[in-house]
C-alpha cells in the first residue's frame, strides 16, 4: 500500500475510534458500538510497533469482551476478537506463548461459525486458523517481526520482501497475511458503513 491510503486508512479508523469512545459515554451497553471501536483498534494496531501494537491489541480484546458479555452470541465480534487473538500470537515470538492465542483464535472463529455458519469470512477464517501455527513458526525463524519491531510503525515491506525469497511457503505468508488485512479491512469497513458514520473532516 502507499503512504497516501495508509494515512487515509490510520485517519478513518482513528476517527471512528474517537467516535465511538463518543458513543460509549452515551451509552456503555451498545455491543455494535462497543465491537466498531474494539475493529478500530484492531486497525489501527497495524500500523505500530510491536510493544505499541500489543497495547492496542489488549485494548481491543476488552471493547470486544465488553460486547460478548452483553450479547454473547454477537457473531461479528466473536470473529474480530479471533483476530485479535490470531495478530497478537503473531507479534509473540514464542511459540508456546502463540499457540495459547491461536487456540483462542479458533475458539472464537469456531463460535463465530456456530453462530453464523453461511458466512464465507468466518468459515475462511477458521480454515486459516489452523495453518497460523506453522505460519507463525516460518515468520519468526526467518526473523520477520525482529525485523518489524525495528522498523517501527508501517507496513514491513523490506521485511516482507526477506521472507519472500523463492519459497513457495511465501506464497502462502502472503496469501495468509493479505488475507487477514483484507478481511479485518472489510468487516471493520462494513461495520462503520452500517452505522453510517460522517466521513472524516477534510484535510
Known amino acids: 500500500m502507499d ?35 474494539g475493529g478500530a483498534l484492531l486497525e489501527l ?16 480484546m476488552s471493547k470486544f469482551d465488553e460486547a ?3 450479547d454473547s452470541k454477537k457473531h461479528d465480534a466473536l470473529w474480530c476478537m479471533g483476530n485479535a487473538n490470531t495478530s497478537y500470537a503473531f507479534l509473540t515470538p ?3 506463548e502463540a499457540k495459547v492465542y491461536f487456540d483462542k483464535a479458533t475458539d472464537y472463529f469456531q463460535q463465530a461459525v456456530d453462530q453464523d455458519g ?29 525485523q518489524q519491531a525495528a522498523l517501527g510503525p508501517g507496513p514491513s515491506t523490506s521485511a516482507s ?3 519472500g525469497k523463492g519459497k513457495k511457503s511465501s506464497d502462502l505468508k502472503y496469501d495468509i497475511f493479505g488475507w487477514v488485512i483484507l478481511v479485518v479491512a472489510i468487516v471493520a469497513w462494513t461495520g462503520f458503513a452500517k452505522s453510517n458514520m460522517p466521513s472524516p473532516p477534510p484535510r
Open 3 to 37: 503512504m497516501q491510503s495508509d494515512f487515509d486508512r490510520i485517519l478513518f479508523f482513528e476517527h471512528a475510534r474517537k467516535a465511538a469512545e463518543a458513543s460509549y459515554s452515551k451509552d456503555p451497553l451498545d455491543s455494535e458500538n462497543l465491537t466498531r471501536w
Open 45 to 60: 494496531s497495524q500500523f505500530q510497533n510491536v510493544i505499541e501494537a500489543k497495547k492496542m491489541l489488549d485494548d481491543a
Open 68 to 70: 460478548l458479555i452483553i
Open 94 to 96: 514464542d511459540t508456546d
Open 118 to 146: 453461511s458466512n464465507e469470512l468466518y468459515l475462511k477464517s477458521l480454515e486459516v486458523a489452523a495453518k497460523a501455527p506453522e505460519l507463525h513458526s516460518e515468520v519468526h525463524k526467518q526473523g520477520g517481526f525482529a
Open 161 to 163: 520482501a526477506k521472507f
